[in-house]
Each structure stands twice: as structure tokens, then as C-alpha cells.
């Protein structure tokens, strides 16, 4: 056993503060990672916090992580000490009931989410707000050696994301993509919409965001705050992606879609989402969600990244700066995504 240094949170209702806690030894088939970089998700705050009601603590959170492989199991063979390497959001799948060829683990049971979760020996799981992480080799990713390790960080869980419901539903030439929310996830959407050749519109509550939002790749930017955005744009979409947390008027958003349109959810509010019937019948539209990727399609949009060059717009933050930056993101204070040095947790 290892000691691991970290930030933990020990209750819902506390700041995040510093935790100590042993990482498992190595098995024949673990990787051993030294965490340059984390991303700060909102996701983190959620659980952070308890706002899905299943948390559990002391809960090291973090699922964006990038490093440097310390050290390799006797069976592991595609890594090596000094990879540069990332871990997303889940580290283990169930591999009896789990067909990891079908490459959608992340929608079946025995998922062992990166942290706040339980590991097969019933270990609670421990994720990348720390100095270093053991994770089973095929679970870690590589990262492609032209990409920055800092800006990097956010494609484990905003880059893949956007990235899996964009190839499902076929973003690309031709189709007309919303963003709802330029956040962590919705700017990693605009650019990767925009790299498959979709025509991109970024949906954000103001235009304050809007010279960035079109710099990032969006062709047009409106403002949700203004009423006359839903009826301009009316019928408009082959695919809105909705990344926001909070209760927004979902049958408006629905109405920018054109016939067969789909409106996917990946952001997570607390409450249901009331959805009218005549917002969907007469125009034959759907209403989806999506969840992260597989393993599989995180190294493809990895390795998609690579060839264009795209990475995420960060703000590097110091391990002790979490809590301000919690809740600069929950002031949709950020551009675009935190991401905490972890040398600052080692100094
Ligand atoms: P984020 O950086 O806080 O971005 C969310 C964006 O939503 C904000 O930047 C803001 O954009 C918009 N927004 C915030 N409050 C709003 C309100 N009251 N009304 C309308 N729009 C509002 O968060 P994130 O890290 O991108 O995560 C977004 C959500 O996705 C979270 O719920 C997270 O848990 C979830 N998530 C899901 C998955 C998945 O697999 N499905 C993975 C990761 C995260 P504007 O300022 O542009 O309006
Ligand atoms: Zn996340």
C-alpha cells in the first residue's frame, strides 16, 4: 500500500480540505500514475456535494486525469514508465455480465465509476484530486504526444462527453448542431462540432461569451435570455446537445428542432424535466440522453484531438484554490474549465 496526499471532501456541506488515504498495491495487470493535471468537472461539485443523493465520504473527487506511468504491472503491455497517460470517469467494468466488445461498458452494470464509487474487493474508489492512482491497464488511455498534458485534462470527461453523442447522432457536414451552455462541456462541443464539419450554434444565456464562442469554431451565438432567440430559430436543429444543470424550459428548446430532431441531455439537473407531448408529436422529435463514452471511443476522440489539435481552454489553479473555483463554476464563472496542477499538492 501507498500513501496518496489529496483534497477530499468529508461531508456535503464542508469545504474540501486536505486527505491522506492509501492507494491499493499494484496488481500484475495495474498501471501506476504520477497526476500531473486534473480537470474540475461540475460533476465533481455535484457529488462533492450531494446532489444526486448518492454520495458517500470522504470522497477524493476527480475523473480528468492526466500523468506520467511510475511504474507497470508484469502483465501490462501497452504501457511503460513514462507514458503520458489519462484516466476518465470509470476505472473497472463488470467483465462477466459486461461484453466490452460491444464498447458501451459505460451503460452497464458493474461500472466502477473513478471515485464515489465501489471497487470489486468493496474498496471505495478514490479519484484525481491526489498525487498518484493505480488503475488496470484497460481503463487508462494514452494521450496523443502533440497535445499539452495541462489542456489535455478535460477531454477525459467533457471532451468524450460531446464527443460520443455528436458521432452517434451524426453531427458532420450538412447538420445543424445547438450547444446549450458554453461551460467546461458545451466549449469542448463547439470545437468538436465544428472539427466534424457541423454547422454550430452556441445557445448561451448572454451574448457576454459570444466573441469567445466564435472563436472556439460556433457559426452563430444567441442568447437564451432573449425570447425572441426561440422564435427566430424555431424548427432550426437536426441536434441540440443541452449541457446545463439547471431547470430551463425544455419544450422551448424542443421547438428549435426540426422534424426527427433530437434534443440529448448530458448535463444532469436535480429535478425532473417536463416535457409536453406536443413538443415532440407533430414533429416527430426525441428527446435523449448520453453518458461519457466506452473506453474504446475515449481513445478515438483522444486520438481525433490529436489530429486537430484540440484541446480544452483552461485555467490552472493551485490544489488549495478548489474551493473558489467550485464555486466560480457554479457562478458560471469559469473559462473553461479548471484544471489543478497537482505539483502544488506535493509542495
Ligand atoms: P459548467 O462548466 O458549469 O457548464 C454549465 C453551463 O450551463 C454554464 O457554463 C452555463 O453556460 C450554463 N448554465 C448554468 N446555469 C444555467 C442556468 N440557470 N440556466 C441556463 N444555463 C445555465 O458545467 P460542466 O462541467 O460543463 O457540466 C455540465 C453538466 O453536465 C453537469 O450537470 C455535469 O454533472 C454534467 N455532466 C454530464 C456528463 C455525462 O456523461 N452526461 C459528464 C460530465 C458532466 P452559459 O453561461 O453559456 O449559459
Ligand atoms: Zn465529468
Known amino acids: 500500500m501507498a500513501i496518496a496526499r489529496g483534497y477530499a471532501a468529508t461531508d456535503a456541506s464542508k469545504p474540501l480540505a486536505p486527505f491522506t488515504f492509501e492507494r491499493r498495491e499494484p496488481r500484475d495487470d495495474d498501471v501506476v500514475i504520477d497526476i500531473k493535471y486534473c480537470g474540475v468537472c461540475h460533476s465533481d461539485i455535484h457529488q462533492a456535494r450531494d446532489e444526486w443523493g448518492n454520495s458517500t465520504f470522504p470522497m477524493v473527487p476527480g475523473h480528468e486525469i492526466v500523468g506520467i506511468v ?7 503491455t501497452r504501457f511503460k514508465i513514462g507514458d503520458r497517460v489519462g484516466v476518465g470517469c470509470f476505472v473497472d467494468s463488470c467483465t462477466t455480465c459486461a461484453k466490452r466488445d460491444l464498447d458501451l461498458e459505460q451503460y452497464l452494470p458493474g461500472l466502477v465509476v473513478t471515485y464515489n464509487g465501489v471497487e470489486a474487493h468493496g474498496t471505495p474508489t478514490q479519484g484525481g484530486y491526489s498525487d498518484h492512482i493505480v488503475v488496470k491497464e484497460g481503463y487508462v488511455l494514452s494521450i496523443p504526444e502533440n497535445l499539452p498534458l495541462d489542456a489535455a485534462a478535460p477531454l477525459l470527461c467533457a471532451g468524450i462527453t460531446l464527443y460520443s453523442p455528436l458521432r452517434h447522432w451524426k453531427a458532420g457536414p450538412g447538420k445543424k448542431v445547438a450547444i446549450v451552455g458554453l461551460g467546461g462541456l458545451g ?7 465544428h472539427a466534424m464539419g457541423a454547422e454550430v450554434t452556441v445557445l448561451s444565456q448572454t451574448l457576454s461569451k459570444k466573441e469567445d464562442g466564435l472563436k472556439l469554431g460556433a457559426d452563430h451565438y444567441y442568447a437564451t435570455k432573449d425570447p425572441e432567440t426561440f422564435t427566430k430559430l424555431a424548427g432550426s436543429f437536426d441536434l441540440i446537445i443541452c449541457t446545463v444543470a439547471a431547470e430551463i424550459d425544455w419544450n422551448a428548446y424542443l421547438n428549435l428542432l426540426k422534424v426527427d430532431g433530437d434534443l440529448v441531455l448530458v448535463g444532469i439537473p436535480e429535478n425532473p424535466v417536463p416535457v409536453h407531448a406536443f413538443s415532440l408529436v407533430p414533429a416527430r422529435r426525441s428527446i435523449s ?6 473506453i474504446k471511443e475515449t481513445q478515438e476522440m483522444l486520438d481525433f484531438c490529436g489530429e486537430h489539435g484540440i484541446v480544452s481552454e483552461i485555467e490552472t489553479i493551485r490544489m488549495e ?9 457554479v457562478r458560471s464563472d469559469v473559462r473553461y474549465r479548471f484544471v489543478i496542477d497537482m505539483e502544488s499538492i506535493k509542495a
Do not use: D, F, W
Open 187 to 193: 466549449h469542448m462541443g463547439v470545437k468538436l462540432a
Open 70 to 76: 511510475r511504474a507497470v504491472g508484469s502483465q501490462v
Open 289 to 294: 440522453g448520453s453518458m461519457i463514452g466506452s
Open 321 to 329: 484554490q478548489i474551493n473558489e473555483a467550485y464555486e466560480r463554476v
